[in-house]
């Protein structure tokens, strides 16, 4: 009878063995999840101040995407990706723990991004303020922004459910559409055009490919301010088109677009549909050719990852006094900037002097990494940590986790204009960053680098 129980045993050990996948070493299984995120109904757009009515219909469909990632572990890495204006921390945190209780799917292995489309919705974040809305408008942003972690998480589980074994590869490409706007004058720093300045052109592109050698997806990145369109409808902008045109090119699969630190850049010269569709094609044709191209660089798992948020520091508040002023400014902006300052003096009295800003390192067994900055960080941060880390290996990415304000650069705080100091207004910060934010950030990326595969 013991004997007769132990064989049992036995083979039932070896039968869940046996459904127990074996895994190669590096193999990394890889799913796709799609959804569309447009309002149901006409709506405030985001992104300028200067708009006075609801959206009027759309161009195309606005979409959060997802692109899970399994590594030989079994650890799960998950990418979302959004056409929208900015993911508020509230929202990326609220979404990673409903993504921690139905996917055990920790903090650090989820990065939630946006394209900063500025023909999507208002969202209820920072900038609502800035807007002036009515009690309408106020209620669909908030609905809106409501129904958004449910769709995220939809997409996410869609691309949990079609994991499949597939081959990771990267490149480079380039594009050419982003100018630097940082324009000198006289009478300081203009938004305007500088085609001297600094630019990242660089197209980084991740390309997941099905066993059959078939594209699954194409992560694609470019540091430039997705600010092509100003007018009353819903469009992904430049960002959209070349993901519906990376999409029709490549049957079958999902392209995914995330922005990088292109905070102080716009496409040039803007202002139509068709040059959104042009900067998208040319975006488009870039990660084709990189996708394209033999040999790529192969990416094997483990996939170590790392998430931290940093404090950093703001200028010193002004005090309430201070504040009461500015409820006479001649700027409209700075009156409603006052209105939210006074709110926090009474429900907090006092004003923060500093941020939690979020810092992400994602890492492939080869050494390449993945770098997420919160924030409009400008290209200064793309240029800085690929030279001290190695363009041929890093990925930086902004607009992750949490758009909270512009992300000056030392030089950029220093020259001022609109990326260093006159953009908190519209962010509902009291004043500027302190000068020690670039070092504090460029520290944490240099921190999680290190420390990734302990």
Not at 72 to 91: K, M
Request: include cysteine; hydrophobic fraction near 40%.
């Amino acid at each position: 009878m013991r004997t007769q129980t132990l064989t049992c045993l036995a083979i039932g050990v070896i039968g869940l063995l046996s459904a127990v996948p074996v895994r190669a070493a590096g193999e990394i299984r890889a799913g796709v999840g799609k959804v569309v995120i447009t309002p149901r109904q006409n709506m405030w757009l985001a992104g300028y101040a200067s708009r006075s009515k609801p959206s009027e219909g759309k161009i195309h469909d606005l979409h959060a995407k997802a692109l899970a990632l399994e590594d030989e572990t079994g650890a799960r890495t998950v990418l979302v990706t959004s056409d929208l204006i900015g993911v508020p921390a509230a929202l990326a945190n609220f979404t990673a723990n409903l993504a921690r209780e139905k996917f055990h799917l920790p903090r650090e292995r989820l990065m939630v991004t946006v394209s900063h489309t500025h023909c999507g919705p208002v969202l209820q974040d920072r900038l609502q303020h800035m807007y002036g809305l009515d009690a309408t408008q106020t209620r669909l942003l908030e609905e809106y922004s409501k129904t958004l972690p449910d769709l995220f998480l939809k997409a996410i589980e869609s691309a949990l459910n079609n994991l499949e074994p597939c081959r990771l590869e990267w490149g480079v490409g380039r594009a050419g559409f982003a100018v630097n706007r940082r324009q000198y004058t006289p009478g300081g720093v203009i938004n305007g055009t500088n085609h001297i300045g600094p630019v990242d052109h660089d197209v980084p592109v991740l390309k997941v490919s099905r066993k059959d050698g078939s594209t699954k997806a194409a992560v694609h990145d470019y540091a430039c301010h997705n600010t092509t369109l100003n007018f009353q409808k819903f469009c992904g902008d430049y960002a959209g088109f070349s993901q519906a045109y990376l999409e029709e090119k490549l049957p079958g699969a999902t392209a995914l677009f995330v922005c990088g630190c292109g905070g102080d850049a716009n496409p040039l010269p803007r202002g139509t549909v068709g040059l959104a569709q042009k900067y998208g094609a040319e975006l488009a044709e870039a990660v084709l050719a990189e996708v394209n191209k033999q040999p790529l660089t192969e990416l094997k798992g483990p996939i170590y990852v790392a998430f931290k948020e940093v404090s950093l520091a703001l200028s010193t508040p002004p005090t309430r006094a201070e504040v009461e002023k500015q409820l006479q400014d001649p700027n409209v902006y700075i009156q409603r900037r006052a209105k939210v300052l006074l709110k926090t003096l009474d429900d907090k009295g006092e004003l923060p002097t500093s941020y939690p800003y979020p810092v992400q390192s994602w890492q492939f067994a080869d050494g390449m990494q993945m770098i997420a900055l919160g924030g409009e960080a400008v290209v200064d941060y793309s240029l800085r940590l690929k030279y001290e880390l190695g363009r041929e290996r890093t990925w930086v990415i902004a607009y992750a986790n949490d758009v909270c304000a512009y992300m000056p650069s030392l030089r950029v705080l220093r020259e001022g204009g609109y990326e260093g100091a006159e953009s908190m207004i519209y962010y509902g910060h009291h004043g500027a960053w302190a000068p020690t934010i670039e070092e504090n950030i460029i520290r944490t990326v240099h921190e999680l680098t290190i420390n990734t595969k302990n």
